[in-house]
T-cell receptor, first 115, second 112 residues
Framework: SAVISQKPSRDICQRGTSLTIQCQVDSQVTMMFWYRQQPGQSLTLIATANQGSEATYESGFVIDKFPISRPNLTFSTLTVSNMSPEDSSIYLC????????????FGPGTRLTVL | GQQLNQSPQSMFIQEGEDVSMNCTSSSIFNTWLWYKQDPGEGPVLLIALYKAGELTSNGRLTAQFGITRKDSFLNISASIPSDVGIYFCAGRDMEYGNKLVFGAGTILRVKS
C-alpha cells in the first residue's frame, strides 16, 4: 500500500480565512482523491485531482470553494476557502492501490475546526 | 452523494463475542472494501473483495462479496477491546463512474 502523509494534522481557523492542506504520497500515482468527513458522518468525495489538468469536482462542491492543485504525481493540495463553521470536518487524501487499482488507501486526515 | 445501507449503526458487545455487520446496495458493485477508523485517524483498509462469492479472511476478520454483487458482510471473531472503532464498508459502483461509495459506518464498542 502507498504511504500517505497530510499536513497539517489539525488546525483551528477563524471564519472567513482559508486553509491549504497538503498531501504527499511515497510513490507516483495517477489519481488522487480528496474526501470530507463531517462530524459523526461517513466519507464524501469532494474531487479527483488529476496531474496536468483541472480537478474533477463532485456535485455540491465547486472549485472556488475548494481549489485543488496537483503539480506532480506525488503531491496535491486542497484549499478550503472563505471558511465557515460548517466547514469543520476531517479532510482526507486518498489514492488507488499500486497492485490493484480498485483498492484505495487513505491518509491520516486533517481535522479542521472553524470558529 | 450515494450511500450504501450499512447495519447495524452501532453495537455494544462483550469481549470474546463474535460480531457481524453488513452492507447492501441497490447497485451492482465491482469491488467491496472494508475499513476501520480509529478516533483522530484516517480509515485503514482491512479487507478487499474483488469478485462475487469471494470469501476472504484477515486474522479474526472474515468478509464476503455477495453473489448478487449488491451486498457484503464483515465478521469479527472473538472480539477484543482494540476492535473498538468505526467500521465502514465501501464499494465501487459501476453506475457512479466506478467511484468509491461509502456506507454510514458501524460503531463498535466492546465491554471488557
Amino acid at each position: 500500500s502507498a504511504v500517505i502523509s497530510q499536513k497539517p494534522s489539525r488546525d483551528i481557523c477563524q471564519r472567513g480565512t482559508s486553509l491549504t492542506i497538503q498531501c504527499q504520497v511515497d510513490s507516483q500515482v495517477t489519481m488522487m482523491f480528496w474526501y470530507r468527513q463531517q462530524p459523526g458522518q461517513s466519507l464524501t468525495l469532494i474531487a479527483t485531482a488529476n496531474q496536468g489538468s483541472e480537478a474533477t469536482y463532485e456535485s455540491g462542491f465547486v472549485i472556488d470553494k475548494f481549489p485543488i492543485s496537483r503539480p506532480n504525481l506525488t503531491f496535491s493540495t486542497l484549499t478550503v476557502s472563505n471558511m465557515s463553521p460548517e466547514d469543520s470536518s476531517i479532510y482526507l487524501c486518498s489514492v488507488l492501490g499500486k497492485q490493484r487499482s480498485d483498492t484505495q488507501y487513505f491518509g491520516p486526515g486533517t481535522r479542521l475546526t472553524v470558529l | 452523494g450515494q450511500q450504501l445501507n450499512q447495519s447495524p449503526q452501532s453495537m455494544f458487545i462483550q469481549e470474546g463475542e463474535d460480531v457481524s455487520m453488513n452492507c447492501t446496495s441497490s447497485s451492482i458493485f465491482n469491488t467491496w472494501l472494508w475499513y476501520k477508523q480509529d478516533p483522530g485517524e484516517g480509515p485503514v483498509l482491512l479487507i478487499a473483495l474483488y469478485k462475487a462469492g469471494e470469501l476472504t479472511s484477515n486474522g479474526r476478520l472474515t468478509a464476503q462479496f455477495g453473489i448478487t454483487r449488491k451486498d457484503s458482510f464483515l465478521n469479527i471473531s472473538a472480539s477484543i477491546p482494540s476492535d473498538v472503532g468505526i467500521y465502514f464498508c465501501a464499494g465501487r459502483d459501476m453506475e457512479y463512474g466506478n467511484k468509491l461509495v461509502f456506507g454510514a459506518g458501524t460503531i463498535l464498542r466492546v465491554k471488557s
